[in-house]
């Protein structure tokens, strides 16, 4: 005879870790950025066909189709192309901040002294390769066109490890997505402060006041997110109109977010267990007491998770297999010519990303481990960091972004070639030379 089975039984898994909440949102970000990174290959390799084909004209003029709309007497016109790089664009950099806050809050630069490498390392690839650029075109037409070497391409870099698979330890993945992810921040600020002209402090006024709306909005504990998309939308427009890039609109709103949750899994699960069956009398009323817990557990449940992880799980997808294709779709269009190859702006670009961003990822990595600012994880070698440094040359979708903004149209092309060559051979020397450290790196002292 069966023994009855008991209503209460022991748990039957391990009991949950802080550090769980921790892994799984960056183990779920970088297998998505991995993924993403192929997508975006495949897309950045059909622009590449069709602006070499016979329809390549039709192709390259579907991205100058201008559309637009009126907000009173403001008018907003843009080619398509345009509204991708300034409107959907802003969601990429919301999402880039987003896991720069979650970092910095619950994540690896948590810790000063680990967060000072990384921050060390993308402030040094982004400083030497644009000085590197600005010596090899200063007095040139392309002198203004240093802001394009000072980028990362965080899904190619991230899909690139991806293809080490075990080979590298864990230590490199989390460098190379902190170095990337403050790289595309100081990428933003250095369009923000470099690339903006004519600049109307009344609406950058405005749009300060937006942006302290929307934290009034948070300190009261308005937690609905139409609402601060509502908000965020005016703030973009007022942003455009002061002359100011509109996507570092995406970075403030993005650090802005709260990464703290509202609800502990302690109050979560005391509210659980008042939740009990709907009584079988009048069905039609919403007003019982058992529903009003439903409607709190429910709540309970979604608010377990912090605003910046919410809305991580929600774009990053959208993001990673969305927009950044369709970004390279109407961006990396480039009718190659063996012309282009010995332009100084190519050469310029392919020098500061090939030669000065591995330079100055180590220099500055080595420097501030030196002087003690920073400390570096033991099983993330010199070697490492190197070949680190050299996939950070991978600076595709920031560079092709800066590019467009940076050069004249007549020198827009070139600095593309020097983008696509300077991007191949970084992921190439990258790859080689990671695959040639042994598998178990060396914990040399720091």
């Not at 039984?9 to 779920?28: G, H, Q």
């Not at 070499?52 to 991205?63: G, H």
């Not at 990384?118 to 690839?125: D, N, R």
């Not at 080490?164 to 921040?185: H, N």
């Amino acid at each position: 005879m069966n023994k009855q089975r008991q209503p209460h039984r022991a748990p039957t898994r391990l009991p949950k870790v802080p550090a769980d909440r921790l892994a799984r949102p960056f183990s779920r970000f970088l297998h998505i950025e991995a993924a993403a990174a192929g997508v975006l290959l495949l897309f950045t390799i059909a622009a590449l066909v069709l602006s070499n084909s016979p329809w390549a004209e039709p192709f390259l003029a579907i991205w100058e189709t201008r559309s637009g709309f009126h907000i009173g007497s403001l008018e907003y016109m843009r080619s398509l192309k345009g509204w991708i790089n300034d409107g959907l664009m802003t969601l990429f950099f919301f999402l880039v901040a987003l896991e720069l806050k979650r970092e910095l809050v619950l994540g690896e630069l948590n810790n000063p002294r680990m967060a000072a490498l990384s921050i060390s390392a993308a402030l040094g690839g982004m400083v030497v390769p644009a000085l590197l650029y600005w010596m090899l075109q200063q007095g040139q037409p392309g002198e203004h066109g240093w802001g394009t070497v000072m980028a990362t391409d965080t899904a190619f870099v991230i899909g690139c490890l991806a293809l080490l698979g075990t080979r590298i330890p864990q230590s490199l993945r989390v460098f190379m997505l902190s170095l990337a992810i403050v790289d595309d921040i100081g990428a933003i600020l250095v369009v923000a402060i470099g690339y903006s002209e004519n600049i109307s402090w009344s609406m950058l006024a405005l749009a300060a006041g937006g942006v302290a709306i929307v934290r009034g909005m948070s300190l009261a504990g308005i937690r609905g997110f139409a609402l601060y998309f509502l908000a965020g939308g005016l703030v973009w427009i007022a942003v455009d109109a002061s002359g100011i890039h509109a996507t570092i609109t995406g970075v403030v709103l993005g650090l802005m977010t709260p990464a703290r949750r509202w609800v502990s899994d302690e109050r979560l699960y005391a509210i659980l267990d008042q939740v009990v069956a709907h009584p079988s009398g009048d069905e039609r009323s919403g007003d019982t007491k058992d529903r009003k817990t439903l409607l709190a557990a429910e709540t309970a449940a979604r608010e377990t998770l912090s605003p910046v992880e919410r809305l991580e799980l929600a774009l990053h997808p959208w993001v990673g297999f969305v927009i950044m294709p369709l970004f390279a779709f109407a961006n990396a269009g480039l009718p190659l010519s063996m012309d282009d190859i010995g332009n100084s702006v190519t050469l310029a670009v392919f020098i500061g990303f090939a030669l000065g961003k591995p330079i100055g990822v180590l220099s500055f990595s080595w420097l501030a481990v030196r002087s003690g600012i920073a400390i570096r994880p033991p099983d993330l070698g010199w070697p490492l960091v190197i070949g680190g440094g050299l996939l950070a040359g991978i600076g595709f979708t920031m560079a092709l972004f800066i590019a467009n903004l940076a050069f004249s149209e007549n020198l827009v092309d070139s600095a593309k070639l020097g983008i696509f060559a300077a991007s191949v051979f970084s992921a190439i020397a990258g790859l080689a030379l990671l695959l040639r450290i042994p598998g178990s790196p060396s914990s040399e002292e720091q």
